[in-house]
């Protein structure tokens, strides 16, 4: 995930909560305690953290967790100090805030697009996939966006006439748009190499089921992927996702 930089988090601390005789806004010991489950729906322990004061604990926990865990403490900043609150909480700070937080929750290298062609299913999916990404991490979002990716291919061929069985998989999907899809038997001037680059896609479509079956809460797998693998499952489904709904538009 995307997570702050140290010049990110002075800036939260400093510039839009405010720091005034060495202390963090109006936070209390009791308050700041609290203010993880009231305002950021997190269960953190806070004795697992260092520092001695309000502010060095909160530098502590915001520098110390993960990136969809500092997007949530982000939000419940701007729930506890909205825009207006002091002088410096402008509108564009504000905003800046939110921008912030959700480059953490989502911090992945290919963004989330909203498929021209589509289904009540994938729309599900998609939105599930998004909210499991913000609040949960990419781990828990692997199942949902193979699915979402399985409903697109089903919708594409269904909205172009091609028949599909309706137990078709993702890979035996997209092999059947290459070869009976009109826009995807043009493909330009390097037909040859993109061709190829096609086929790797199809292999990496191919390994998103067993990432799916073994590795992603679809089942109840005792080894999941790690951050970084499901970035990658999710990062590599994506740019399937954007190449064919442009070349299907």
């Not at 900043?77 to 905003?95: C, V």
């Not at 080894?223 to 970035?231: F, S, T, W, Y």
Request: net charge negative; with cysteine.
């Amino acid at each position: 995930m995307s997570e702050l930089r140290s010049s990110e988090i002075h800036w939260v601390v400093h510039q839009y909560i405010g720091v005034e005789g060495g202390y963090l806004g109006d936070f209390s010991y009791r308050t700041h305690r609290e203010f993880y489950s009231a305002f950021c729906d997190l269960d953190l322990d806070l004795d697992a953290f260092g520092g001695n004061t309000t502010r060095e604990r909160f530098l502590a926990v915001l520098s110390g967790v993960e990136g969809h865990q500092q997007a949530a403490i982000l939000r419940g900043i701007a729930k506890k100090y909205p825009q207006g609150g002091e002088h410096f909480r402008t509108s564009p700070a504000y905003q800046k805030l939110l921008e912030l937080a959700k480059r953490c929750a989502d911090g992945l290298s290919v963004q989330d697009s909203s498929p021209a062609i589509t289904s009540d299913v994938l729309k599900r999916a998609l939105a599930d996939a998004n909210m499991l990404i913000q609040s949960s991490g990419p781990t828990h979002a692997v199942d949902r966006v193979h699915t979402a990716l399985h409903a697109y291919l089903k919708a594409v061929c269904a909205g172009h006439g091609i028949e599909s069985s309706p137990s078709a998989t993702i890979t035996s999907l997209f092999k059947q748009l290459r070869a009976e899809h009109p826009r995807l038997c043009d493909l330009g001037s390097q037909a040859e190499t993109m061709g190829r680059i096609l086929s790797s896609l199809s292999n990496v479509i191919d390994c998103l089921n067993p990432v799916r079956n073994n590795a992603s809460l679809a089942h109840a797998n005792e080894e999941l992927l790690g951050k970084d693998e499901a970035m990658l499952a999710i990062n590599a489904a994506r740019t399937v996702f954007q190449y064919l709904d442009s070349k299907f538009r």
